[in-house]
């Protein structure tokens, strides 16, 4: 399994952006999918966006056309853009790397 680590997090205002990265220990290039969750306070997890080893896509559609998720294979890294950002976007998230290795989160405050 690959040990993730991920960055980026911070406070913003709503309607700003930011970007997290989650670093892989290994090489990605064979992990069929990689995944960007969150987690609000008092609420479950949930999945926020996935890209296949194809590049396909999916999203929640509480995050559709505000965020893209992408993965450099040659990097072994996975962004999360996350644009328009709202206070409802507010959460603690993670990287996940099939396989259930997770990252230990990052930190996401919208707010102003």
């Known amino acids: 399994q690959v040990q993730l680590v991920e960055s980026g997090g911070g406070l913003v205002q709503p309607g700003g952006s930011l970007r997290l990265s989650c670093a892989a220990s290994?090489?990605?290039?064979?992990?069929?999918?990689m995944s960007w969750h969150r987690q609000a306070p008092g609420k479950q997890l949930e999945l926020v966006a996935l890209?296949?080893?194809?590049?396909?896509?999916k999203y929640a559609d509480s995050v559709k056309g505000r965020f893209t998720i992408s993965r450099d294979n040659a990097k072994n890294m996975v962004y999360l853009q996350m644009d328009s950002l709202a206070p409802e976007d507010t959460a603690v998230y993670y990287c996940?790397?099939?396989?259930?290795?997770w990252g230990q989160g990052t930190q996401v405050t919208v707010s102003s």
């Open positions: 290994g090489s990605i290039f064979s992990i069929p999918i």
């Open positions: 890209i296949t080893a194809y590049d396909g896509t």
């Open positions: 996940k790397a099939d396989g259930d290795s």
